[in-house]
């Protein structure tokens, strides 16, 4: 018999949690659609974040109803025990040990949903709900809705109002407590080990592919359950493309390598860039442009604390990094004119970071929905701080030495209630770190 995760107290207490701001509505979440290849070949398959982070379980076709106050309270549906399935898939809880070990009032069948949603939904104030996850589950809601105002016949009652669960839902993701963060901490932790060991295998001669299948193999060997995200590996030019995805070239003598890449651990993922020389030693050009924006980026962390602006660290790294394309040679003229004109986008263009948890760019909202003023920071809040440079192979603007060079740093914040923990701190950043690790040798 598997077992839960994680210890099911977490699970209630995020729930009780909830529920004060759901009042007399309920929630409902349902796993994403699997992915099958081939009519029988399937996927990986994760569990949808918010189910998971509500219930901790990890199986696919579930659906939780979250009724604050009524009777049942939580009930969850799962696919029934099946022995030929099973033989197939892999083992399944089944609805009674789903009862049990995850402790929930009422577990159904699958099946079941169809026959119980309208009476579940009966006498609620509004339904959390997502749509456009799970085309079957829209399907099957829109259905419920539709009979549920039927069935309180002419009562002049309309349609149940519907919001949107994950916006309700990331309001409480967004802060993290201990029972997240020690999830959290440990997936940083294991990528940044995963990263330096990456940094001593990496030598010209091997391949993109290769370096990412070793990262693959540090974060599981460590615990993690898969990569948080598809793993950017990217050698020379390539970190120019910023979505590079081939992962296939092989890597040069004399080129940088920009590897972004992370592990997730019970649910939360790190998000890690690095960039160093594939050779273990930096050019004056590659040099110059690396310590540039690891000094915008730590100058940004350095900053963050509860009470300022997020806008203003992308501010603050849309100016900076504009200062060292002017620096570089790479424009002439005004900072702020390059920047109004967004003409900086050229060489910076995305933002400087995001929220990060159980989701890579992780839920919560960045405006005040009433001010819409830029939110504040939080403590408790997480997210990364990732400026970057990236000059194309192409661009006769720029200085030839600087040609085809990309250059990301990425770590992974946790704000404080004084100022913030950089949770990512073990991975090496610095040019003499970076020198002595690449290609030292991994211990596998
Ligand atoms: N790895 C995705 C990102 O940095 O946003
Ligand atoms: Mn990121
Ligand atoms: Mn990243």
């Not at 802060?175 to 990496?202: D, V, W, Y």
């Not at 890449?261 to 998000?271: C, L, Q, R, V």
């Amino acid at each position: 018999m598997r077992k839960p995760l994680e210890n099911i107290k977490i699970f209630a207490e995020r729930r009780a949690r909830v529920a004060k701001a759901l009042g007399d509505s309920v929630l409902i979440c349902s796993s994403p659609e699997e992915y099958i290849r081939n009519g029988s070949v399937h996927f990986p398959f994760r569990q949808d974040s918010n189910l998971y982070y509500l219930t901790g379980f990890e199986e696919p076709e579930s659906v939780f109803v979250f009724r604050p106050g009524k009777k049942p309270e939580t009930v969850l549906f799962v696919r029934q025990k099946d022995e030929t399935r099973e033989t197939w898939d892999g083992f399944r809880f089944g609805p009674e040990a789903a009862q049990e070990l995850f402790g929930l009032d009422a577990v159904y069948p699958v099946e079941e949903f169809d026959k119980q949603i309208v009476g579940l939904l009966k006498g609620a104030d509004s339904l959390y709900y997502r749509q456009y996850k799970n085309r079957e589950m829209d399907a099957k809601i829109e259905r419920a809705l539709q009979d549920l105002r039927v069935a309180q016949g002419r009562t002049g009652y309309g349609l149940l109002a519907v919001h949107d669960a994950d916006e309700f839902l990331g309001e409480f993701r967004v802060i993290k407590g201990p029972a997240e963060l020690e999830n959290h901490r440990k997936a940083c932790q294991l990528t940044s080990e995963a990263h330096l060991e990456t940094m001593r295998f990496t030598r010209p001669g091997r391949t993109e592919r290769e370096l990412h299948g070793f990262f693959i193999y540090q974060i599981m060997k460590r615990g993690a359950a898969r990569e948080g995200y598809g793993s950017i590996v990217a050698g020379g030019k390539n970190a120019c493309t910023l979505h590079y995805v081939f992962n296939d070239e092989p890597l040069k003598e004399g080129e940088l390598l920009l590897i972004d890449a992370a592990g997730e651990f019970n649910y939360f993922t790190s998000d890690i860039t690095r960039t160093y020389p594939i050779n273990g030693k930096f050019t004056d050009a590659q040099a110059e442009v690396y310590e540039g924006v690891l000094k915008i980026q730590k100058s940004i962390i350095d900053i963050v604390r509860p009470g300022v602006p997020f806008m203003d660290l992308h501010k603050m790294a849309a100016e900076q990094l504009t200062d060292l394309m002017l620096e570089l040679g790479l424009f002439s003229g005004r900072r702020d004119d390059l920047i109004q004109t967004n003409k900086h986008r050229k060489y910076y263009p995305h933002g400087v970071g995001h929220y990060l948890g159980m989701d890579v760019h992780d839920a919560g909202l960045y405006m005040d929905k009433k001010t819409q003023e830029p939110r504040k920071i939080e403590a408790g809040m997480v997210f990364t701080v990732e400026p970057g440079l990236y000059i194309p192979a192409n661009d006769t603007d720029a200085e030839a030495k600087y040609r085809g060079i990309g250059v990301r740093i990425e770590d992974n914040i946790l704000v404080t209630n004084t100022g913030h923990e950089n949770m990512t701190q073990a991975c090496p950043k610095e040019v003499s770190d970076l020198e002595a690790a690449i290609g030292r040798g991994s211990s596998l």
